[in-house]
């Protein structure tokens, strides 16, 4: 039962991150919505991160690879979307 309380304890917090979510997306337009809705994705791929994919008690060769992982999938998302920006709409 211990070690299923933090779980339970990050799925409670996943879900009321999922309300901000919802509810930000009702009440925030424009940028600062956009700003708020990927402050939120953030720290929910953080929480999935660290709790389910059990980050929090891997070795740090695993966690470095993790976190490569996760800055070359940035890198790719931000060359995509500079390519998209840029492209003209004609």
């Not at 070690?3 to 990050?10: A, H, Q």
């Not at 709790?51 to 800055?71: E, S, T, W």
Request: net charge positive.
């Amino acid at each position: 039962m211990a070690e299923l309380r933090p779980l339970i304890l990050v799925w409670s917090g996943l879900l009321v991150l999922l309300a901000l979510t919802v509810a930000g997306s009702f009440v925030l337009i424009g940028p600062l919505g956009f700003m708020f809705s990927i402050a939120v994705a953030l720290a929910k791929a953080g929480l999935i991160f660290w709790f389910y994919m059990h980050q929090n008690k891997a070795g740090g060769i695993v966690r470095l690879a993790a976190v490569d992982a996760a800055v070359w999938l940035l890198i790719l998302i931000l060359l995509v979307s500079t390519d998209y920006v840029t492209r003209s709409m004609f």
